[in-house]
């Protein structure tokens, strides 16, 4: 009777959790403005080849900086190049190397973080590594980076995740030590379970919340820095559409064909405003220290009323 009564009390408290989630999740504003402008961003990303009206780099030296019509909905560049077509496929190049950066970022960061948690030796090597790299300022060390290894769309996803390992393994590291000191892992080390299992099956999902919040964030600092160094000549290598690269072939005409600058400008400010309302809306939606009073108190009142119902049942 009494492991029945524990048992409806875990699904309920799950239940209630769950539609706490969700009606936190539907009354987030910023996580929902996220989410719209995330899967515009997602299905810009996909269908840029279908979606471009030209080849993105298709020249027409008669048409060259030509104002925006129904022809070129964003006008054309110094080459005649439809800039529609290029945000689109820019966009699309960008939002490419900030995923797979910031997806192997979180992974070795992950790793990382929890190793060095759980080992007092590992975690002074490499916290050291670690306090090394983010010592230097994001884009000095991303234009040294890709200064040795040369410009291409592949050694810019694996500059990038190097430059944003330290701040994920940091974020990591931190959730891990908190729940390394839980009573459910002294248990665990209790009945003889390896370190292993304890790391991947105990205290790794305990960092997932904090994993995903600090993952969205380097999404939007890794379009951010690759635009930069693309402006700057280090990122993705011209003729290859990025927004970066286009703001750098625009500035040297900006008054006189302001569409080259200004298109590609809102394509970057919407992309890195959607991945951080998304980031700061997951953050709200998974830190428990944020959670809305009233949601928490609702919560309490559904499993107070089991708990008295278990009461009736067993007085009776």
């Known amino acids: 009777m009494v492991k029945r009564q524990q048992a409806e009390a875990i699904n309920l408290y799950k239940l209630a959790r769950r539609e706490q989630l969700l009606q936190q999740a539907f009354t987030n504003t910023r996580l929902l403005w996220g989410s719209l402008l995330a899967i515009l961003l997602l299905v810009v990303a996909l269908f840029a080849p279908w979606l471009s ?21 964003f006008g054309t560049d110094n080459f005649g190049r439809d800039v529609f077509s290029r945000v689109l496929h820019g966009l699309r190049n960008s939002v490419q190397v900030g995923f797979i950066a910031s997806l192997l970022a979180s992974a070795i960061g992950l790793v990382v973080g929890l190793y060095a948690a759980m080992y007092r030796w ?14 230097f300022p994001a884009i000095l060390l991303a234009i040294a980076i890709m200064a040795a290894l040369g410009a291409s769309m592949l050694n810019l996803m694996m500059c990038l995740a190097i430059v944003f390992i330290p701040s994920v393994a940091r974020i990591v590291r931190s959730s891990a030590v908190v729940a390394k000191q839980q009573a459910y892992i002294e248990a665990q080390r209790a009945i003889g379970s390896s370190d292993t299992r304890m790391i991947w099956q105990h205290i790794m999902p305990n960092t997932l919340p904090a994993l995903i919040v600090q993952g969205s964030f380097v999404f939007a600092e890794s379009i951010i820095v690759e635009a930069a160094l693309s402006f700057l000549g280090a990122g993705i290598p011209a003729p ?65 009323g089991l708990n008295q119902a278990g009461k009736e049942g067993t007085a009776s």
């Open 53 to 73: 009206t030209y080849k993105p780099l298709e020249v027409d030296i008669v048409n060259r900086l030509a104002g925006p019509s129904t022809q070129h909905l």
């Open 122 to 135: 590992l975690d002074q090597l490499l916290m050291r590594i670690m306090d090394a790299l983010f010592a």
């Open 240 to 304: 290859t559409p990025s927004l970066g690269n286009q703001l750098s072939e625009g500035k040297m005409f900006i008054f006189q064909s302001w569409w080259m600058t200004l298109f590609p400008g809102i394509a970057l400010i919407v992309a890195v405003l959607a991945v951080y309302l998304l980031g700061d809306g997951f953050r709200d939606l998974l830190d428990p220290h944020t959670a809305k009073k009233g949601h928490a108190k609702a919560l309490y009142k559904r499993l107070s």
